[in-house]
């Protein structure tokens, strides 16, 4: 039956992206979703001041910018609410530098947490195009993988990015080639997560540790998320992509990726190969963006016993989900739809409303109080909200709602594993949980 449904969600996405419609070309895509943003970056900004690709510039030079961006944000959570569920709070800024010299580009960009006690390298690379057709990025470079450069448009990003498959950033190489005028080709390889900030308030030496800007697999030295209690002293290590995106239409952009992600054990002094397969559309239909994604993972993850791992710890921001990590093998479903229209509202050029959905389901089982063992439950995030721009100002406004969504909770980290938890250690159905809901606005000024 599974096998049935995701030969189903895989000819329903490309099916989608087949139908004769009239929008505008890749790139005019990515501006039309103006950011496609999360914790992260203002896509806006990035491409229309800061250079987000290798391709040579006229004259050598360099770019300075940066951000500066706050939070509103009430919660209504599971526990009750308080004085300080509704609060104000700097959520980051980062400085960029983008440019070339002698052939040879670089971008950069570092940011700063203050309430995380984090910061880190989100991003930088050196490029160079060997033709107009091929480029390589080399160093913490974007993973060519799904929907790029983003598979949402909320500040929120969509369940992928929770668990390292949307907007990773690794350390390696990167090439892009375009095959045809309507085929692009990305392989990469990389060495490594991209180096770690300070985690927990101390200093990792560069990783591996969660104080970075993308998920990754990292350590459970308490052996938490192990039946045995085993601890997994586990690293990403040896990671290889490969990507294609075909436009079937100057408006529709159809793809698949492949990922082959090491998962190395320093006790066991072993490596364990594990895999993510996407397929994704992204369609711009008049002021419309449509954006579907399907993924298929399984990290293949060993404790330090090599005990297969139904679920594995992942870290970012300085902190790991505690207690329950993220489902070692699982499905996400993904979909995405925004509009933009452009208004003279004094300073105000546009407003982008959205609606992005994710539902995630999980292969595995956790035993209980009773001895019994639980399937994992699924997990649900809801994200409609709208963007608006003035100059270099971008303002979300998201009501953010979850099911097992790790931010979206009180209980920060439960969730993507196992789920919530009754008393006896039984996952609660997904169905019997409430919506739980954070209204966020978070204001950036890009320069």
């Known amino acids: 039956m599974k096998v049935i449904t995701k030969l189903f969600l895989t000819v329903f996405i490309l099916g989608m992206a087949l139908f004769n419609v009239h929008a505008a070309t890749p790139g005019v895509g990515s501006d039309l979703r103006l950011t496609t943003n999360s914790f992260a970056p203002s896509a806006a900004y990035a491409t229309s001041n800061l250079k987000t690709t290798s391709t040579a510039q006229d004259e050598d030079g360099f770019t300075i910018g940066g951000a500066l961006r706050y939070n509103i944000l009430s919660t209504f959570y599971e526990g009750d609410r308080s004085a300080t569920s509704t609060s104000a709070t700097i959520d980051t800024w980062r400085l960029n530098v983008s440019g070339q010299m002698a052939g040879v580009s670089l971008n950069f960009e570092y940011r700063f947490y203050p309430t995380f006690n984090t910061h880190f390298l989100k991003h930088g690379w050196l490029g160079y195009d060997f033709t107009d057709k091929l480029n390589m990025e080399l160093g913490v470079t974007q993973v060519p993988f799904g929907n790029l450069m983003y598979n949402s448009h909320s500040w929120w990003f969509n369940l992928p990015y929770y668990l390292g498959l949307e907007d990773d950033h690794n350390m390696g190489v990167k090439f892009s080639y375009d095959a045809t005028d309507d085929l692009n080709i990305m392989v990469a390889y990389f060495r490594q997560a991209e180096p770690a900030g300070p985690a927990y308030g101390q200093a990792s030496f560069g990783g591996p540790g969660a104080g970075t800007y993308s998920y990754n697999v990292i350590p459970d030295d308490a052996g938490d998320l192990s039946s045995t209690g085993v601890a997994s002293s586990l690293r990403e290590l040896n990671q290889f ?139 649900h995030m809801l994200v409609p909200g709208f963007l608006i721009s003035a100059g270099g100002i971008f303002t979300y406004v998201d009501f953010a709602m979850g099911k097992n969504q790790p931010w979206l909770t009180d209980s920060f980290g439960t969730g993507l594993g196992a789920g919530h938890l009754d008393g006896n250690g039984v996952p609660i159905p997904a169905e019997d949980l409430d919506w739980n809901l954070r209204f966020n606005i978070n204001i950036g000024y890009y320069f």
Not at 289 to 303: G, M, P, R, S, V
Not at 313 to 320: E, K, R, S
Not at 341 to 349: F, L, M, N, Y
Not at 364 to 375: C, K, P, R, V
């Open 241 to 379: 992509n490969v990507r294609a995106a075909y436009m079937v239409t100057p408006d529709i952009e159809i793809g698949a990726s492949g990922q082959l992600q090491g998962l190395y054990n320093a006790v066991l002094d072993e490596t364990e190969y594990g895999h993510a397969l996407a397929v994704h559309s992204d369609i711009n239909l008049n002021q419309f963006n449509i954006i579907l994604q399907f993924i298929d993972y399984d990290y293949a993850a060993k404790d330090d016993a090599g005990n297969t791992l139904d679920r594995v710890q992942m870290g970012a921001y300085g902190d790991p989900y505690y207690g329950d990590g993220v489902a070692a093998r699982g499905n996400i479903l993904t979909a995405g739809v925004a509009y933009s229209h452009d208004v003279s509202w004094g300073p105000i050029s546009n407003i982008q409303p959205y609606i992005n959905y994710s539902y995630m389901t999980k292969d595995g089982q956790i035993e209980a109080l009773n001895g019994q063992s639980y399937d994992f439950e699924d997990t």
